[in-house]
């Protein structure tokens, strides 16, 4: 993948932040990467032990900040499953993809309301439209009257209908690009995954690199390695062409290791500069993109 994805904007309204000021959070979008509940080499597998432990946290999350917490799930097995194979002569050939991604939504959703969240499940592909360049032409309204009525939007990939005539499936990394046209400034988005940032040192490495421009996006880049063949999407590079894209546009981003026990999140609210000191991160923002 080529150069940012851009994003159909609907404020653009800048000014400049020195790094180490912090903003308040308008908005959290936060994604359970498939890593951390489903092993996508084994079809359809989904952990729903890690679900349920995910679905705890968000809800306490969500109590304290009902209207600015959006939630995003991977597609896990089910999601890459659904893309492999995929006939791309077929310009409908991805829709089986719409499917296993309502059906883990749908997990997601039980899950959450289990734990007395008001969860809706909502389709990407009912609310965007993809532009020849790769933005998105949104519709708005739904995600910001669904956080207006104090419920949780539950988001993934989707098929989605492009200009071309022609469905393309995308990843779940690629969500908060939609939400930076539908939310005012102040949107940080966390991608919890199985890695504690981008490492600087390969794969199982420690050497994590704390901040990504996306005016030099360099060296992270430089730092990705292989994805698994299990992967059907961009992996790891997916995600950072997305954040980077997000954080051109004034979000602040993170790619943090996920854990679903024995961990506090209640950070993830706080300004940046009141986060515990021995939280690891890969921070993708930019100061002067900032709104």
């Given at each position: 993948m080529s150069g940012l994805p851009a994003i159909d904007r609907?404020?653009?309204?800048?000014r400049t932040i020195p790094l180490g000021v912090s903003r308040s959070v308008t908005v959290l979008a936060i994604k359970v990467g498939g890593s951390l509940f489903s092993d996508k080499s084994v079809e359809n597998s989904l952990d729903m032990s890690a679900i349920a432990d995910y679905a705890r946290i968000v809800a306490g999350l969500f109590r304290e900040n009902r209207g600015r917490l959006v939630f995003i799930t991977g597609g896990g097995a089910p999601g890459h499953g659904?893309?492999?194979?995929?006939?791309?002569?077929?310009?409908?050939?991805?829709?089986?993809?719409?499917?296993?991604?309502?059906?883990?939504?749908?997990?997601?959703t039980e899950a959450l309301r289990r734990e007395g969240v008001r969860a809706l499940p909502l389709q990407?592909?009912?609310?965007?439209?993809?532009?020849?360049?790769?933005?998105?032409?949104?519709?708005?309204?739904?995600?910001t009257r669904v956080?207006?009525?104090?419920?949780?939007?539950?988001?993934?990939?989707?098929?989605?209908?492009?200009?071309?005539?022609?469905?393309?499936?995308?990843?779940?990394?690629?969500?908060?690009?939609?939400?930076?046209?539908?939310?005012?400034?102040?949107l940080r988005v966390v991608s919890l995954t199985d890695v504690p940032g981008i490492l600087l040192d390969g794969p199982d490495g420690k050497d994590v690199l704390s901040h990504v421009?996306?005016?030099?996006?360099?060296?992270?880049?430089?730092?990705?390695?292989?994805?698994?063949p299990w992967d059907s999407t961009g992996a790891l590079r997916t995600k950072l062409?997305?954040?980077?894209?997000?954080?051109?546009?004034?979000?602040?981003?993170?790619?943090?290791?996920?854990?679903?026990r024995n961990t506090d999140y209640d950070h993830l609210f706080s300004p940046f500069r009141d986060w515990p000191e021995d939280v690891s991160y890969t921070r993708i923002w930019s100061p002067a993109a900032a709104t």
């Open positions: 609907q404020h653009d309204r800048t659904a893309l492999r194979g995929n006939d791309g002569g077929d310009p409908f050939g991805c829709i089986p993809l719409t499917k296993a991604l309502a059906d883990v939504r749908w997990v997601w990407l592909g009912a609310m965007a439209l993809l532009e020849d360049d790769g933005s998105f032409s949104v519709r708005s309204d739904v995600l956080l207006d009525s104090g419920a949780l939007p539950v988001l993934s990939g989707d098929s989605v209908l492009g200009t071309d005539g022609r469905l393309h499936g995308l990843s779940s990394d690629r969500v908060p690009e939609f939400l930076v046209g539908t939310t005012e400034a102040g421009d996306p005016a030099f996006p360099e060296r992270a880049y430089s730092a990705l390695w292989a994805k698994s062409d997305a954040l980077l894209a997000c954080a051109s546009a004034g979000a602040e981003c993170f790619i943090m290791r996920g854990s679903a």
